[in-house]
C-alpha cells in the first residue's frame, strides 16, 4: 500500500479559563511537533489556541508563547461561545492539510497524534481518539458519561462511543463541514454523516492535568440535549406513542366504569378515578408541550444565521487571518 506524503499539521486548542495547565500544554505540545517535524511525520506544523472568552490569564500567556514560539498561533473570540464553536473558530482558522483537535488540560494523551497522522497517510479522511479505559475519570463522571452515549445512541444519534472532540480531520472532510452552517453545534455527532473514510485511534484518558472541570452537570446536560435534539426526532414519536397508549388506557378505562354501572349495583364512581386521570392526562400534554417547545426553540435559532463566534484578535501568519475571514464570510453570506 502506497502512504500518503507527510502532510502539514495544525492543531486546535480550545481553552476556556486555562491558565493553570497552558504552559503545560504548550510545552508537550511544541515536543510534539518537534518529534514529529524530526521524523518526517509532517512538513511543517502549527498550534493554535482559541482563548473562549477567558476571565484569567490565559490571553496573555498565548501572546507571550506566541512571542517566544511564532509557531504557537492564537485566536480570541469576543466572549465565552462554548467549547464547539471555539473548536470551529479554530477549524476555521487553519490552513493546513491535517488538522487535529484536542482539549487543552491534557487529558488526551497527545503522543498519539503521531498515529492519528500515521492512519491519516494510510488513507483515512478522519481519525477518532476513543478512550480505551475510564479509569481516572470520577465514579460521577464516569457514570453520567456512559449514560450519555447509551441514551443517545438509543435514541438514534450517531455517535462513536467514547470519542470526545479529540480527532484528526483532513482538507477534504473540513471543506466538507465548513458546509454545515447549523448553529446548534454536536460536532461529535456531525462528523460521522460526513461520511468519509473514519480510522480510530484507542487512548488512556488521564486526569486533568490542572485546574477544574469546565463541564458542570448542568452543561452537560445541556450538550446532552443539544446532540439528541439537534440529531434526532426519535422524542417526537415517543409522544406520539405515548399518547395513543394513554389514550387506549383512558378508553378501556371508560368501558369498565360504563360495565361496572350497568351490571352491578356498584356503580358510584369515585373521586381518585376521575380526578387521578385529570393529573394524569394535564401531566403528559405538560412533557409533551415541553418537548415541542425544545424543537421550536431549535427552529427559532437556526432560523437567526447569527455567526457562532466573533474572532476579535489573532496571532500567527496573515494566511490565517485571511483564511478565517473566509470563514466568517460563510456565516454572514447566509443572512
Ligand atoms: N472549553 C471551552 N469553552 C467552554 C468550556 C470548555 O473552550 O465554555 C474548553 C476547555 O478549556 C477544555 C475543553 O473545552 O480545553 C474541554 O473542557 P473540560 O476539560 O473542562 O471538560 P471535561 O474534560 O471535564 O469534559
Ligand atoms: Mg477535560
Avoid at 478522519?126 to 464516569?142: E, H, Q, W, Y
Avoid at 484528526?168 to 448553529?183: F, G, I
Avoid at 455527532?189 to 484507542?202: H, Y
Avoid at 463541564?215 to 440535549?225: C, T
Wanted: proline fraction near 4%; charged fraction near 20%.
Amino acid at each position: 500500500m502506497t502512504l500518503r506524503a507527510a502532510p502539514s499539521l495544525d492543531i486546535v486548542v480550545p481553552c476556556y479559563n486555562e491558565e493553570e495547565v497552558l504552559p503545560e500544554t504548550a510545552r508537550q505540545l511544541t515536543a510534539l511537533l518537534d518529534s514529529l517535524l524530526a521524523a518526517g511525520n509532517v512538513t511543517s506544523a502549527q498550534v493554535h489556541f482559541v482563548d473562549d472568552g477567558s476571565r484569567d490569564r490565559t490571553w496573555a500567556l498565548i501572546e507571550q508563547l506566541h512571542q517566544a514560539d511564532p509557531r504557537l498561533c492564537g485566536i480570541k473570540l469576543s466572549r465565552n461561545r462554548g467549547h464547539q464553536n471555539a473548536l470551529m473558530a479554530g477549524l476555521g482558522a487553519s490552513t493546513a492539510a491535517v488538522v487535529v483537535s484536542i482539549d487543552a488540560d491534557l487529558q488526551d494523551d497527545p503522543a498519539i497524534i503521531a498515529d492519528m497522522v500515521d492512519a491519516y497517510r494510510g488513507g483515512a479522511e478522519i481519525v477518532l481518539g476513543v478512550r480505551s479505559d475510564r479509569g481516572t475519570d470520577s465514579a460521577f463522571k464516569r457514570l453520567t458519561g456512559q449514560g450519555f452515549y447509551r441514551f443517545l445512541k438509543g435514541m438514534g444519534v450517531e455517535i462513536v462511543y467514547d470519542h470526545a472532540d479529540y480527532r484528526l480531520m483532513s482538507r477534504r472532510a473540513l471543506n466538507a463541514l465548513a458546509q454545515y452552517t447549523e448553529t446548534n453545534l454536536f460536532l461529535r455527532a456531525l462528523i460521522p454523516q460526513l461520511g468519509f473514510s473514519v480510522a480510530t485511534v484507542p487512548y488512556r484518558r488521564a486526569e486533568r492535568f490542572a485546574g477544574e472541570s469546565k463541564y458542570p452537570l448542568s452543561k452537560m446536560l445541556a450538550f446532552a440535549l443539544d446532540g439528541l435534539t439537534s440529531f434526532s426526532t426519535r422524542p417526537l414519536r415517543l409522544i406520539t406513542l405515548l399518547g395513543f397508549l394513554v389514550s387506549t388506557v383512558s378508553f378501556a378505562l371508560g368501558l369498565w366504569a360504563l360495565s361496572v354501572a350497568v351490571f352491578t349495583t356498584q356503580g358510584v364512581p369515585g373521586w381518585a378515578s376521575t380526578v387521578v386521570p385529570i393529573y394524569l392526562i394535564c401531566g403528559v400534554q405538560l412533557l409533551c408541550i415541553g418537548i415541542i417547545g425544545e424543537y421550536v426553540g431549535k427552529i427559532y435559532f437556526e432560523t437567526k444565521r447569527r455567526p457562532r463566534f466573533i474572532i476579535d484578535q489573532m496571532l500567527g501568519d496573515d494566511e490565517v487571518v485571511v483564511q478565517s475571514a473566509k470563514m466568517s464570510a460563510i456565516h454572514t453570506m447566509a443572512d
